[in-house]
């Protein structure tokens, strides 16, 4: 097969869905070799151009991007347009996997893409206005689709209850963790004990109740918040023994959750929890939101915590804290089952059996 690959969103600074498509991109390029002819494409920014070479950087592939200055108003212009076809761009291809920024036409061939989760849809005041309009199209155009990835079993009903997508064009397909972030290497001294969140600063990360938390430990612990400056109401994070570390590399991340007291993620709505099992790998006890769309990445082993129960999150970090060797122990068993190679074999298998 000739598969083509949608990296758009690798022109930005890495996040979960930017994280997920390089991993995924990577196992499918070692479950495709030798086998299948894989395309890595963009039409992208000036941006762009300077990221997207680094982030597949070895990956056996061919990279074909497109300089197109305003790149995102270009990319809805062509998928609303349904014209012209990918082809015209990248000669016949088998497979069309497109991400979460655009929908491009194609002539032929298995039509793909990957859904990280429906918050759009269930609560838009949780997004931008742009965030709500680039998706809602998106989503219904999977209804279009041979193929329908999604993180978790969680995202996975959701997109058949809530989009009507047929469940055999359903394949989850959980991220891996990597290579970073292991129980092995340095770890971070903040010089003291300290409570870890990963996050981008936005209203459904739900980040006020672990600030109240942390005020009713009285100092006990640090707060260390790591995560880009996002949008809308912000917690208050100018409290005395809070700090803010902004956006950290994956090395940094994971000396930060191998040192950490307690690693915490209140966030009330997921598509899977990439921060849970990247803190399980590197060993870290971790103390999880209770909402549904966390108990996969959290399994048997996070502590879990209301979203809106400050008292339970208090008492459930100090409680992880006192059980960290063996919370670490027991994460570190529960996260050896996600890979990206078994991403990668899992779409080439769902793409061979969709032709």
């Known amino acids: 097969m000739r598969i083509a690959f949608d990296v758009s969103p690798l022109s930005h600074e890495p996040t979960g869905i930017g994280n997920y498509i390089r991993g995924s991109l990577g196992g499918v390029a070692d479950a495709a070799r030798d086998r299948h002819e894989l395309i890595a494409f963009a039409p992208t920014s000036p941006e762009g151009m300077r990221r997207i070479p680094g982030a597949v950087a070895g990956m056996p592939l061919e990279l074909k991007l497109r300089l197109l200055p305003f790149a995102h108003y270009w990319r809805q212009a062509w998928s609303r347009a349904g014209w012209p076809p990918v082809e015209r761009f990248l000669g016949p291809v088998d497979v069309l996997h497109y991400s979460d920024w655009m929908f491009p036409p194609q002539r032929s061939g298995v039509r793909s893409t990957m859904i990280h989760d429906l918050v759009p849809l269930h609560h838009r005041d949780w997004v931008t206005r742009r965030t709500y309009s680039m998706h809602s199209r998106k989503y ?53 004990p300290y409570v870890l969140t990963v996050a981008t600063l936005e ?17 006990r612990y640090l707060l260390a918040v790591v995560g880009g400056a996002g949008w809308g109401e912000q917690p208050l994070l100018d409290a005395p023994g809070i700090l803010r570390l902004g956006r950290q590399t994956d090395d940094e991340l994971a000396q930060l959750y191998r040192g950490a007291a307690v690693v915490a993620y209140p966030s009330r709505f997921e598509g899977f929890g990439i921060p849970i099992v990247e803190a399980m790998a590197s060993a870290a006890a971790v103390v999880a939101s209770s909402h549904e769309s966390l108990d996969e990445a959290s399994g048997d082993v996070a502590l879990r915590a209301a979203p809106d129960d400050a008292a339970a999150w208090a008492a459930a970090l100090v409680e992880a804290a006192e059980r960290r060797g063996e919370l670490g122990a027991r994460g570190l068993e529960h996260a050896r089952q996600f890979t990206w190679d078994a991403v990668g074999a899992t779409m080439v298998a769902a793409w061979e059996g969709a032709r």
Do not use: M
């Open 140 to 192: 219904r155009d999977a209804l279009n689709c041979d193929t329908v990835f999604v993180n978790s079993e969680f995202t996975g009903q959701d997109v058949i209850e809530t989009l009507g997508v047929h469940p055999s064009r359903v394949h989850v397909a959980r991220p891996g963790i990597g290579p970073a972030f292991g129980p092995d290497g340095d770890s971070a001294d903040l010089g003291a």
């Open 203 to 219: 209203p459904r990360k739900n980040l006020q109740v672990l600030v109240d938390a942390h005020a009713l430990l009285g100092g």
